[in-house]
């Protein structure tokens, strides 16, 4: 008897697996995700800085450039990242032609960074705190123009190389919306000027940097 038992219930085993309902599946985590926002000059790839011009009597000051971010998730806890920012200004002044000012302020500047992102909390925590490695490209040209001395005319170009770490923290807003606050911390960097005044000939500079470079910038992502 026992082995006519044994044979049948090996017999009714996969009817009753059959029977038993599926584990509901795990949702799977998003491969991608696309970001925009806000990033600050200070330490960022925007290799001219701020604009602080004055034209006449007012003056304008950026602060803050646009930028946007494009990520790639490689494994649980590490992504992939590519990021661009950028700034142009075009200022100009009607002024006497004895006035001794600055007329046109002309500014253009591109910022690219690639690096990776490394999860350093555990999946589900309220906030994901990350690790951030990222090296970046800047390209900066600007023009200025003066009334005194007549015509006189300011060109610059640089460029800048460099490296940062630093961390962000993100936020889940709703489901596929999260806020992203970032920072780099450290950074090096290089970076190579070129500087035409008229009647005043042509003069280049290169610089090397490194420390702290606190550059926060605030993004709203979508994944997907």
Same mark, same amino acid.
């Given at each position: ?63 803050? /450039? ?7 998730? %490689? !494994?649980? *806890?590490?992504? =992939?990242?590519? $990021?661009? #920012? ?71 170009? /640089? ?7 630093? %961390? !962000?923290? *993100?936020?889940? =807003?709703?489901? $596929?919306? #999260? ?46």
């Amino acid at each position: 008897m026992r082995p006519l038992a044994a044979a049948l219930l090996l017999a009714l085993a996969p009817l009753a697996a059959l029977a038993e309902p599926d584990a509901a599946p795990s949702p799977a985590a998003p491969q991608w995700s696309l970001g925009a926002g806000v990033i600050s000059f200070g330490g960022s790839s925007l290799v001219l800085g701020s604009t602080s011009v004055s034209l006449g009597t007012s003056q304008a000051t950026l602060l803050f /450039a646009p930028q946007a971010s494009l990520e790639r998730r %490689l !494994a649980d *806890d590490t992504f =992939l990242l590519v $990021g661009v #920012s950028g700034t142009a200004s075009r200022q100009r002044a009607d002024l006497p032609a004895a006035a001794a000012a600055q007329s046109r302020a002309d500014l253009v500047q591109l910022g690219l960074s690639a690096g990776v992102r490394r999860l350093l909390t555990p999946r589900g925590a309220p906030v994901d705190v990350s690790l951030l490695l990222t090296g970046d490209l800047g390209f900066g040209r600007s023009r200025q123009d003066y009334t005194l001395p007549p015509d006189a005319v300011s060109h610059q170009t /640089a460029w800048r190389v460099g490296a940062a770490a630093g %961390l !962000a923290v *993100d936020r889940e =807003l709703v489901s $596929g919306l #999260s806020l992203r606050v970032a920072t780099s911390i450290l950074g090096v960097g290089y970076t190579w000027r070129r500087t035409e005044v008229s009647d005043s000939g042509v003069s280049t500079g290169t610089g090397l940097t490194a420390g702290l470079a606190i550059a926060p910038s605030l993004e709203l992502r979508l994944a997907f």
